[in-house]
């Protein structure tokens, strides 16, 4: 591959979560009581990579002949 520039990763991530909870004993009834709770949680990722290799050219470089020679030979092709 040629110089493509620096490797570059970014991450962007996101996280919320929630609990609510109510514990408490019934009047009306004799020893019964309550314990209710709610829950909820979201997480996000958003990930890029940029000038981490070209996969058309990695297709290209698959699909050489031998070790020395592509069967397609544009965009400086090099065999895997």
Do not use: H, M
Not at 5 to 33: A, C, E, K, M
Not at 39 to 54: L, P, T
Not at 59 to 68: D, E, I, V, Y
């Amino acid at each position: 591959f040629t110089e493509l520039g620096p490797r570059i990763n970014t991450f962007d991530n996101t996280t919320q979560q929630y609990t609510v909870g109510l514990r408490g004993d019934l009047p009306v009834l004799q020893d019964w009581s309550y314990d209710l709770y709610y829950q909820s949680g979201r997480s996000d990722q958003v990930s890029g990579r940029v000038n981490w290799g070209s996969f058309s050219k990695v297709q290209q470089a698959l699909r050489s002949l031998n070790t020395t020679s592509c069967t397609n030979t544009a965009n400086g092709c090099v065999p895997l």
